[in-house]
């Protein structure tokens, strides 16, 4: 007798589980009568229309950038100070063996600094009398406007302290020249506007009158 409410207890549960699952796979039993409803439908909620895009702005394009302007070159590799330089008599000009400008210019580049000498260009020429060789005569052109007379007394003194060597000046037709002996030879130089005119000879009698008549030739 004690096992019957036990029994039917488990019965009932089995029945319950069982048509869980039948309602769950769509059990073929007939289904309740949908109810019916006798009140007022309730309005359909309409969905808002979407809104249209305001149209977008194209993208404004950036600037192109300007480049950067060139830095001007110093001094064309093709030109030569040095061209129509003229002399007067006794004297004549002709071209110098690249070796022995080679040399000069190398002289000229340890008295003057590096720095400075990679900003000038160089124009060199031979100084003949009596169909001997007698000095040379070079131009040593610096940028446009900045070769004043403070700036030559000032390139004067940097080659006498490079070169360990005094330098004296003295005024020849109206020019002061500069006058110095380094690396044995004796030079005597003068500024024309941006060009830096050096007379350069083995002795120091034919420096002066060899400056003196390229600057009457020049005037």
């Known amino acids: 007798m004690t096992r019957r409410p036990a029994r039917r207890a488990r019965t009932a549960t089995l029945i319950t589980v069982v048509a869980l699952a039948a309602a769950a796979c769509g059990s073929s039993a007939t289904p309740a009568p949908a109810a019916t409803f006798t009140g007022t439908p309730a309005p359909v ?24 302007p060139t830095a001007a070159a110093t ?7 040095a061209a129509g330089l003229a002399i007067g008599a006794p004297y004549s000009l002709s071209s110098v063996p ?11 580049k340890g008295s003057m600094g590096a720095a400075t000498y990679a900003k000038v260009h160089i124009g060199l020429r031979s100084v003949n009398s009596g169909g001997k060789l007698i000095g040379y005569v070079m131009v040593v052109r610096f940028a446009a406007g900045t070769l004043t007379d403070a700036a030559y007394a000032a390139l004067l003194n940097q080659m006498a302290v490079n070169s360990k060597v005094t330098m004296t000046t003295t005024t020849v037709s109206g020019r002061l020249l500069g006058l110095g002996k380094i690396m044995g030879v004796y030079l005597g130089g003068y500024h024309n506007g941006d060009d830096a005119i050096m007379a350069i000879a083995p002795t120091a009698e034919d420096v002066v009158p060899i400056a003196q008549s390229v600057i009457a030739a020049n005037s």
């Open 45 to 68: 909620a309409t969905a808002a229309p979407t809104p249209t895009p305001a149209p977008t702005a194209p993208p404004t394009p950036a600037p192109t950038p300007t480049p950067a």
């Open 75 to 81: 001094y064309g590799t093709t030109s030569d100070p």
């Open 98 to 108: 690249s070796g022995t400008a080679t040399t000069i210019k190398s002289v000229l």
